[in-house]
């Protein structure tokens, strides 16, 4: 997985901006990735960041406990010298850094009482080229080692291990390999396992391997469709030709390409596509990993309740036999990763060019311009990092930031750019700011733009409000360090390690990038006596003349243009190398068709099926009136204050536009005269955030869907939490802010178009398999509401109101409807307190957000059967072209008989998901990802494929499982075990942030579940066995119950037989 802060990584990164450097570099960590993505978030499934629910009683996340420092520097411990020892009180941990006296490997403990525990390991490893080798050999290490020789060992362990987070990530400038658990013994596992496919893989001896993970020219038969010619396929190949697809993460790429065109940086460590067959060999893949690979430059990790004795004398048994490297990498580190700050005064912008396609809305107003400075030379201080942290949420935090503002009202783009603002996860920090949506022959304007928006800021300075709001903030988040589903421990590890690769473990202390309360205080005190702080940034950026201007904008033809210059590339590779590649293709399928055998899957080590808890692990709540509190749930003294509105029954026009309203709330101001600025200056200075989302919860009776009013606070400003909440529902201005809420539809319809279309076009695909389902009764009501608050439907009314507020006529039709959609949605009659506090604190929290609440709206035109007609939904089986797709995604949605069996119906899902669908759409058929989940509620199966250069073949594969599950060749008991294993390990919920378990507890609220319901789940889960799963495969063999779609180019999915095709964008668009 290559993560370039962006994706999953991105969105977090806009949403958490304010951030200080270690939760930044965390959030960066968060794609979609190899091994994370074989259960993706289901399109019947809550959609991630959409709820939470809670007003939770403060306490500390660690409960108060004190971590006892146990070593000291200069200990001598199982082969290890301690280097430092520093009790870290901001995060209640102690971290202890120790160097391997023989290799000089480094080793990292942060010891504290969390028990999600986390092990990690990683290298320096800076491209040279872009033949993406980081990028290949970090899957491709992946792929069987000495100690366990099968074909893919992680996807063992992810179905069989109660692992919280399995995952490798390819940065610019080095590779990590996180892993963590909340059981000991499985953490040792997945580690044991990662150690030995990083110090001894099987790849550095098999030239096979790379043609599955790198790249291979696949002759027509051999897995293509049949009518289809020879083609370049490969999984990091066909994931990179999705990174090229998108716009955004093309912009990203290029800003830190044009800022360092003399070291590592201007390569791209993923691999550019196009360079990838024409320079990536076994050979420079093989002396890559010699070079990078040895472990005494690489950086080990541990984390949480475990033993540090323990921890080192492990790692000290997989190091025996290592002595220090040669340290020439280490001398020339600097100028591998280091840019000298130069003056580029006159220095012409780099211009890039992607494909949109013509038909693509506003083709002409899609360019994309950022101002971009490389800021450091030296190290940053934690006083930089938090300054900066505060300084992106100043300026560029929300739209009515000082900068943001000035920049959005100009009219030349519509939203910011891509990653504007601070980006100090590299060695040094760029500064990044601009403009996109922006029309042709108007790119030369942001420049100036930019620079005249930072001088007015530094000569009129900044409102001291505001300054405080920003500080608030970013104070919030750092006490809080809300990780979402990445484990702390993880994040911590994806902060610390760049700082020990880049300067290595002897400068002063480690622990700098854990402290903020110093940091914090100083910026306060300065801010006290009205040192302009954030003046003297503004300054300073101007100063510095390493500054280069990326523009990037659209050139129609470009796609085909592509596609004949990936034609001659093929024909080029063929030429030079036909006889070695097509040997390593035969022997590369020949290993892929091939069985592991018994010995070596034994030698795996995985937790046993006996072992699993019986019992459901449950979340302890009462109701009271309107109130659902949860007394048990610990915070870090926070409290979380969500409002629950059931939206069941609003029209499907309402549910299209449900998700603008909720994003509308606090963008709009307030009709009693509080302005945007205003009203977001009080959020940031009295709260942690207010926010909305949608819960769909589909079950046999329909499902219920929620609106969500999200917000938190600390505990003493819960009244004015309350207060917040009701006045942006009560007397949001709807209709006296045209400018902004333009703004805010322009932002929805760019977003939908790089996140929902290209980032997650499997999600969109499924949610609209599960809304195609062939039923007429309710079953799929939650599914059909998903589809259009998320899918087409939601698009295509975006389009339509911005165009209908570009007229001066029409443009109050558009924020009335946006009004009454929100008085039906969010009024008392159907709302709730999802809390977590005590019964006295929810009363009082319920009745000062319910009295405030307005009783008005009457739910007009309201369904409680949605059709498909009504979704504008041809059939059970269509496609819906994408103009800029170089890949696809495809997905199928069945509906299972009744009487199926739920728990072999679950473990049978992990079976499709693992055994099946990863070997023959992943590594057989060369696609980024793959899923299958059966979804318990509605009794639906889900299939899906992310960046899959096929569409016929994958889904005869996806309609072949039934047949797969009942072929008693497929697998056997002990294979049904482990994944039964894994099924319960997904069950667990021990390790949730507050938020998370809220979020949970709130599902299981709307589906109407009991406690006994999931205990006999559970049981069922483990009572599964082979022969149940092969009876569920005989109930999903029938198609008549089913549904498929798939996204792609026009062009594919025309090769490809698939009709109809609907267009991107409808006729009235």
């Known amino acids: 997985m290559i993560t370039s802060g962006l994706s999953r990584a991105a969105a977090k990164r806009a949403q958490q901006r304010c951030l200080a450097a270690a939760l930044r570099r965390a959030s960066s960590a968060v794609p979609r990735s190899r091994h994370s993505f074989v259960r993706p978030p289901m399109a019947s499934e809550p959609r991630v960041g959409c709820v939470g629910a809670s007003v939770v009683q403060c306490r500390r996340f660690n409960s108060g406990k004190t971590v006892p420092v146990v070593l000291s520097a200069g200990d001598h411990l199982h082969g290890f010298t301690v280097v430092q020892a520093a009790t870290v009180p901001d995060i209640s941990a102690v971290l202890y850094v120790l160097e391997h006296d023989l290799s000089g490997a480094r080793f990292l403990a942060l010891s504290n009482s969390d028990p999600n525990k986390c092990f990690g390991a990683a290298f320096p490893t800076p491209p040279e080229d872009n033949s993406g080798v980081a990028h290949v050999l970090e899957h491709s290490v992946l792929c069987g080692s000495r100690a366990y020789p099968t074909k893919d060992p992680f996807a063992t362990l992810l179905q069989s291990s109660h692992q919280t987070f399995l995952n490798a ?134 984390y949480g309740d475990g033993d540090v004795g323990q921890q080192a004398e492990w790692l000290a048994s997989k190091l025996e036999g290592y002595t220090r490297p040669d340290d020439s990498l280490q001398s020339d580190q600097r100028e591998r990763y280091m840019q000298p700050l130069k003056d580029l005064t006159g220095h012409p912008p780099r211009h890039v060019t992607f494909d949109y396609d013509p038909k693509m809305p506003d083709f002409d107003s899609k360019s994309q311009v950022s101002v971009c400075w490389l800021l450091n030379d030296d190290r940053l201080t934690p006083d930089d990092r938090i300054r900066l942290a505060v300084f992106d949420s100043l300026m560029l935090g929300r739209a009515s930031s000082p900068l943001a503002r000035r920049l959005l009202d100009s009219g030349i783009g519509k939203s910011l750019a891509i990653g504007s603002g601070t980006q100090d996860d590299l060695r040094q920090a760029i500064y990044s700011v601009g403009l996109k949506d922006v029309k042709r022959g108007d790119e030369e304007q942001v420049e100036g733009l930019v620079l005249q928006c930072l001088e007015e800021i530094q000569r009129d300075g900044v409102d001291k409000l505001d300054v405080q709001a920003a500080v608030n903030a970013v104070e919030f988040k750092l006490r809080e360090f809300n990780t979402g589903r990445l484990p702390r421990g993880v994040a911590w590890f994806l902060a610390v390690a760049p700082e020990c690769l880049y300067n290595g473990t002897g400068h002063d202390d480690v622990s700098d990038i854990m402290r903020f309360e110093a940091p914090l205080r100083r910026l306060k005190e300065e801010l006290a006596v009205n040192v302009p702080v954030f003046e003297g940034i503004v300054g300073r950026i101007l100063a510095n003349k390493h500054r280069v201007t990326v523009v990037t904008s659209p050139e ?80 870090q003294g926070l409290v979380y204050a969500d409002a629950v509105f059931d939206v069941t029954g609003l029209s499907i026009e309402d549910q299209s536009r449900l998700p603008i309203v909720l994003k509308a709330l606090t963008e709009l101001g307030l009709e009693e005269g509080e302005s945007v600025q205003e009203l977001h200056r009080r959020i940031e200075t009295h709260t942690g955030g207010v926010s909305g989302g949608i819960v769909n919860v589909a079950s046999l009776a329909g499902g219920r869907t929620a609106a969500v009013i999200r917000g938190r606070c600390l505990l003493e400003k819960t009244e004015t939490l309350a207060s917040v909440m009701a006045d942006i529902v009560n007397s949001c201005n709807w209709l006296g802010n045209r400018q902004r809420l333009t703004e805010v539809i322009d932002e929805m319809c760019s977003n939908w178009e790089q996140s929902m279309l290209i980032g997650a076009g499997h999600q969109l695909a499924l949610s609209a398999a599960y809304a195609s389902l062939p039923s007429d009764s309710r079953v799929h009501d939650a599914n059909r509401r998903d589809y259009a608050q998320n899918g087409l439907p939601h698009y295509r009314e975006l389009l339509r109101l911005r165009n209908l507020l570009k007229s001066d006529d029409k443009w109050l039709d558009v924020a009335e409807a946006l009004r009454l959609t929100a008085a039906r949605a969010l009024n008392r009659e159907t709302f709730a307190v999802v809390s977590a506090a005590g019964p006295e604190e929810s009363k009082e929290i319920w009745g000062g957000f319910s009295g405030r609440l307005s009783r008005s709206g009457a739910r007009e035109g309201g369904s409680n059967l949605v059709t498909v007609g009504a979704l504008g939904i041809p059939g059970t089986s269509y496609a819906i072209a994408s103009p800029t797709a170089q890949v696809g995604y495809n997905s199928r949605a069945l509906t299972v008989a009744e009487g199926t069996d739920v728990g072999n119906a679950i473990v049978a899902a992990q079976l499709v998901n693992m ?155």
Not at 271 to 277: A, E, N, R, S, V
Not at 592 to 620: F, G, Y
């Open 915 to 1069: 055994n099946y669908m990863w070997q023959q759409i992943r590594m057989q058929g060369g696609a980024y990802g793959a899923a299958c989940q059966f979804n318990h509620r509605s009794k639906t199966f889900g299939m899906t494929t992310y960046r899959d250069p096929h569409v016929r073949r994958s889904l005869q594969i996806m309609r072949d499982a039934g047949k797969w599950l009942q072929d008693s060749a497929s697998f056997d008991s002990s294979t049904v075990d482990q994944a039964t294993v894994g099924v319960i390990g997904q069950l667990e919920i021990g390790h949730f942030m507050p938020d998370e378990t809220l979020r949970a507890s709130l599902i299981r609220w709307l589906a109407g579940e009991t406690p006994e319901e999931r205990q006999a789940r559970r049981i069922g889960i483990l009572a599964a066995t082979k022969e149940g799963i092969r009876e569920v495969g005989e109930h999903i063999v029938d198609t008549s119950s089913s549904a498929e779609v798939c996204i792609g180019s026009e062009a594919a999915l025309t090769e490809a037989g698939i009709s109809p095709v609907l267009p991107l964008v409808g006729d009235a668009e």
């Open 556 to 635: 129609a033809g470009k796609g085909e243009r592509l596609r004949q210059k990936e034609k001659k590339l093929m024909e080029e590779v063929t030429s030079e190398g036909g006889a070695k590649l097509a040997d390593q293709t035969r022997r590369m399928m020949e290993w892929q068709n091939s069985e592991d055998s018994i010995e070596d899957i034994a030698k795996i080590p995985t937790l046993r099926k006996e072992d699993m808890p019986r019992e459901e692990q449950e979340i302890v709540c009462q109701k009271d009136e309107g109130v659902l509190w949860h007394p048990e749930v610990r915070t």
């Open 169 to 302: 990530l390819t940065y610019p400038d080095r590779t990590c390999y996180p892993v963590s658990s909340c059981n000991s013994q499985d953490l040792y596992n997945l580690a044991d396992v990662y150690m030995d496919a990083l110090l001894h893989p099987r790849v550095v001896e098999e030239d096979f391997i790379i043609r599955q993970e790198g790249w291979r020219v696949q002759q027509s038969g051999e897995g293509e469709e049949e009518e289809e010619s020879s083609s370049l396929q490969g999984v990091v190949y066909n994931e990179m030709k999705g990174v090229y697809s998108s716009a955004d993460m093309l912009h990203y790429r290029m800003v830190g390409r044009a800022l360092n065109p003399d070291n590592c940086y201007r390569f791209d460590s993923g691999g550019d596509p196009l360079m990838i067959p024409k320079e990536l060999s076994q050979e420079r893949l093989v002396s890559f990993y010699k070079e990078h690979y040895h472990p005494g430059r690489a950086v080990f990790w541990f």
